[in-house]
């Protein structure tokens, strides 16, 4: 569960109601680097839930010794894990050639829109918050800005072959040569 390292995290704080757990990991914005739904947090709080300390008007949730132990499983897990770097458009851009690079350019564009002003708000809330913040956080929101930054230049790079007119799709003799398919009328 994504969210439990999040949660876990956050009641490392002391005891809060779900509502204030989605709130803080809203001011921390995390959802700008993360792939989360800070929304989703009610429901995961109740499914972590082992020991309930009860508020005289609304639950309030508590970090256990197991949940403390959970905690450093997962954060060990998470700098053990190797997994690539994997962006959505990868498999797209395979069959670039194939698409209908008006709409495709249509979409890049759009897709710049949305980012460039968080390039902006991110740098903003770096210089604002970034001596403040734990050295984790600080070292997050740097990795993410430069991510962020380095996203948008690709982006408009993409932009600019689509709407050069310079996609093209593979050149099946070079490949041949290359050994990367095998030679015509062979079958593997």
Not at 59 to 67: A, D, V
Not at 82 to 105: N, T
Not at 139 to 148: K, Q, S, V
Not at 152 to 159: A, G, N
């Amino acid at each position: 569960m994504k969210a439990e390292i999040l949660i876990l995290g956050a009641l490392h704080r002391g005891d809060l109601h779900p509502y204030e757990i989605k709130r803080r990991l809203e001011a921390a914005q995390i959802e700008c680097y993360l792939d989360v739904d800070v929304g989703t947090l009610y429901y995961a709080v109740r499914q972590l839930a082992k020991q309930v300390g009860r508020g005289a008007e609304r639950t309030i949730y508590g970090l256990t010794e197991s949940g403390r132990t959970r905690f450093q499983a997962l954060m060990l897990e998470r700098f053990a894990d190797r997994s690539p770097l994997m962006h959505p458009l990868y498999p797209a851009l395979l069959f670039l050639h194939l698409a209908d690079l008006k709409q495709v350019a249509t979409l890049l564009r759009q897709r710049l829109v949305e980012l460039e002003p968080r390039e902006a708000e991110v740098a903003r809330l770096l210089t604002l918050i970034g001596t403040a913040v734990a050295t984790g956080t600080r070292f997050l929101m740097e990795h993410g800005l430069a991510h962020l930054r380095i996203e948008l230049e690709w982006l408009r790079r993409l932009l600019a072959e689509i709407e050069a007119g310079r996609v093209q799709g593979p050149n099946l003799e070079h490949a041949r040569i290359l050994g990367l398919i095998p030679p015509e009328g062979e079958n593997s």
